[in-house]
C-alpha cells in the first residue's frame, strides 16, 4: 500500500486538526508516495524500535509520540533522536506519529482506558470548543434532498450520535443573470424570484473543503451561495479524557489493586482515600494533571492519569483521589487502539505490534 493511503485511515479518525499547537504529528520521515509493505506500531521511536522494524522487515514506523517536536538544524548522531532519524533513512524506514489527535479524538487513548477498566457511560471529560463551523446555502426546492444528502455524505451534520442534521427554511431568493450566464432557472438580464429552501449544517473545520465541494458539485445553480460561520461550541465527542461509571461501585482500597493490575504497574502514587467506595472514574492517557479541575466538577471519585508533580497532588483537596499509573503505563494500550483502527480497513496488511517495551522509567 502506498503510505498515504495507510495514514489517510489513522487521519479519518484523528484528524491532525485536533493535535495540540504544541506538537508535531503526522508523517515525521519518508514520502506519501512510498510503497509500505508492513507496519511496526509502537509508543516511541527509539533505536531499538528502528531496530526491531528492521528486523521484521518493516519499513514504517507508527508510533504515538512523535520523535521530533521542534526543528533540528543538524544530523550528526548526537543524541538518540538524530541517531533515529538517520537510522530509518539509512533503511528506508518510514516514520509517522499519531500524538494528541488521537488523544482527542472520540474513542481514542482515554477511551481505551476506559475500556480496560470497564467503564460504562463514558464521556469526553474535557470537550474541546472552535472546532465546528455552520455551512448554509440556498437552493431551488427541487433540489434540497439532493444537496443535503451530497453534504452529509461527506461528515456534515453530525451532532453526537446524530447524523444528517439539519435545518431548512423556506424564501424567495433573487437573482439576474448577464449576457455571459446560462442560469438553470430563468433568463439572462431579467430578475428572477425563485421558492428556495435555506439550508443550515454543521461540520468540523477539516472537513469544510470536501463538504463546500459536493455541496457545488450537487448544486444546479451556476453561481452556488454560501456561507461558512466558526463556532464556539463544544464538541461532546472531541477533546481531552474520560469521565465514566463502574458498572458496579467497589471500595477504594479493592478499586486502586485493580486499576495496578489492569495497568500492569508497578506503581500507583495515590493521595489520601476520603472516600471508601470508588463509582464515578475520571481519567487521561499521558500528562493529565490539568484536567484536575474537570474532573471535580464532573464529581469523579477518583481521577487517574500520569506525571503529577508532588504539589500538584495537594490539589486533591480532600475531594478527589488523585492516581498516578506513569505517562507510558497510562498509554501502554495506544499501540493496541492505533493496531485495532487499521486492522478494521485494512485486514490482510502486515501490522505488528512492537514487542520492546520503551518506558525510559524503572522502579525498584
Known amino acids: 500500500m502506498l503510505l498515504k493511503e495507510i495514514t489517510s485511515i489513522i487521519e479519518n479518525f484523528a484528524p491532525l486538526s485536533l493535535q495540540e499547537s504544541y506538537d508535531n504529528s503526522g508523517l515525521i520521515v519518508g514520502n506519501t508516495n512510498d510503497e509500505i509493505t508492513a507496519a511496526l506500531i509502537c509508543l516511541d521511536s527509539t533505536e531499538e524500535i528502528v531496530d526491531e522494524a528492521i528486523a521484521k522487515g518493516c519499513n514504517l514506523i507508527i508510533a504515538h509520540h512523535p520523535i521530533l517536536f521542534s526543528g533540528i538544524k543538524k544530523l550528526n548522531g548526537n543524541n538518540y533522536m538524530e541517531r533515529v532519524i538517520i537510522k530509518a533513512i539509512k533503511n528506508n524506514i518510514a516514520i509517522y506519529a499519531s500524538h494528541t489527535n488521537l488523544d482527542n479524538a472520540h474513542d481514542g487513548v482515554s ?34 434532498e439532493k444537496v443535503r444528502n451530497a453534504m452529509f455524505s461527506k461528515g456534515a451534520g453530525k451532532i453526537g450520535e446524530y447524523s444528517s442534521c439539519s435545518f431548512n427554511g423556506e424564501g424567495i431568493g433573487t437573482f439576474k443573470g448577464n449576457d455571459n450566464t446560462q442560469p438553470f432557472i430563468g433568463i439572462p438580464n431579467e430578475l428572477h424570484y425563485e421558492n428556495e429552501l435555506k439550508i443550515e449544517t454543521i461540520a468540523y473545520t477539516y472537513q469544510i473543503n470536501q463538504i463546500i465541494a459536493a455541496l457545488i458539485d450537487a448544486h444546479p445553480y451556476e453561481e452556488v451561495a454560501y456561507d461558512i460561520y466558526p463556532l464556539e461550541n463544544k464538541d461532546s465527542r472531541t477533546g481531552s479524557g474520560v469521565v465514566g461509571k463502574l458498572a458496579t461501585p467497589m471500595k477504594t482500597t479493592d478499586f486502586l489493586q485493580q486499576l495496578k493490575k489492569v495497568m500492569k504497574t508497578n506503581c500507583v502514587r495515590y493521595t489520601n482515600i476520603i472516600k471508601k467506595e470508588i463509582e464515578t472514574v475520571a481519567l487521561c492517557g499521558g500528562s493529565g494533571s490539568f484536567l484536575l479541575p474537570d474532573a471535580k466538577k464532573a464529581k469523579a471519585d477518583i481521577f487517574i ?30 499501540s493496541e487502539l492505533i493496531y485495532d483502527i487499521l486492522r478494521k480497513k485494512i485486514p490482510n496488511f502486515a501490522l505488528h505490534l512492537s514487542e520492546k517495551n520503551t518506558n525510559p522509567i524503572n522502579y525498584l
Open 111 to 144: 477511551y481505551k482506558i476506559a475500556e480496560k477498566l470497564g467503564l460504562t457511560e463514558c464521556k469526553t471529560l474535557s470537550p474541546k470548543s472552535n472546532l465546528l463551523k455552520k455551512i448554509v446555502t440556498f437552493c431551488p426546492v427541487s433540489h434540497a
Open 305 to 334: 492519569t500520569g506525571d503529577f508533580k508532588y504539589h500538584q497532588f495537594f490539589d486533591a483537596d480532600n475531594e478527589i483521589v488523585i492516581a498516578d499509573i506513569g505517562h507510558y503505563e497510562s498509554e501502554q494500550f495506544t
